[in-house]
């Protein structure tokens, strides 16, 4: 969807130009349509326009660029944030950090071995509602937290095919139950259904339990429709 990209896009620039004097954000997308059609990608020097656009690569005008927000197709994630890395560029990737476990651990192993920041999209963890409530959770002034309980459905007009339901909504609760506990999970179990787009076997729903080293049992229920 044209706009929720465009929007999600406007709202990296917002959360990346706190404490910034000068930011300037560009459309590097080899895949996506020109959101922002006015200007040029840093990397190549392409002008954007048509019906799509292509970065012809890292060039010699990276040196103006400090870091680079990697906002695409989850299945991008990985080759884009791989290549700017290797060029000395700090790396925001939205959520999923890659598809795979081995091609996360390749990426975390570029950008500590060139000193650089790579910082996933973990967005929730600093909402201020979020962080109050992990202060209360380790207070205890709730009690033990035994079991918690989410539930994602039908939070738009999207359905995705680079990835499915639990990669999109359960993600979320994937980092935010350990970082609200505190705690490392030790069992993990997922059963989901494809029914929008069963020839792909793209689960639209998923029944997410994780159990975790003090005992507390979460429970996540996602899904597009």
């Known amino acids: 969807n044209k ?15 706190h404490g910034l004097n000068n930011l300037s954000i560009k459309d590097v997308d080899g895949n996506a349509e020109p959101f922002f059609s006015w200007h040029s990608c840093q990397c190549c020097g392409t002008t954007l326009g048509g019906d799509r656009y292509e970065c012809n690569g890292y060039n010699e005008k990276t040196k103006e660029i400090e870091a680079l927000a990697i906002v695409v197709n989850t299945d991008l994630h990985f080759e884009f944030a791989k290549r700017a890395l290797e060029t000395g560029i700090h790396v925001y990737v939205e959520k999923p950090l890659a598809k795979t476990p081995d091609e996360a651990r ?12 790579l910082l996933v999209g973990h967005v929730f963890c600093y ?6 409530l992990k202060e209360i959770i380790q207070k205890g002034e709730i009690g033990e937290v035994k079991f918690i309980n989410s539930t994602r459905a039908s939070l738009g007009p ?20 350990p970082f609200l506990l505190g705690e490392k999970p030790v069992k993990v179990n997922a059963i989901g259904k494809s029914h929008l787009q069963k020839s792909e076997g793209i689960e639209d729903w998923v029944s997410l339990s994780i159990d975790f080293q003090n005992g507390c049992t979460t429970h996540s229920f996602v899904s597009w429709y």
Do not use: C, G, M
């Open 158 to 177: 999207r359905v995705r095919s680079d990835v499915n339901i639990l990669w999109d909504y359960a993600i979320h609760d994937v980092y935010l139950f």
């Open 127 to 132: 909402h201020p509602a979020i962080k109050k």
């Open 106 to 117: 390749e990426l975390t192993e570029i950008a500590n071995r060139n000193n650089l920041v």
């Open 3 to 17: 706009k929720e990209y465009a929007d999600y896009q406007a709202n990296v620039a917002e959360f990346f130009s």
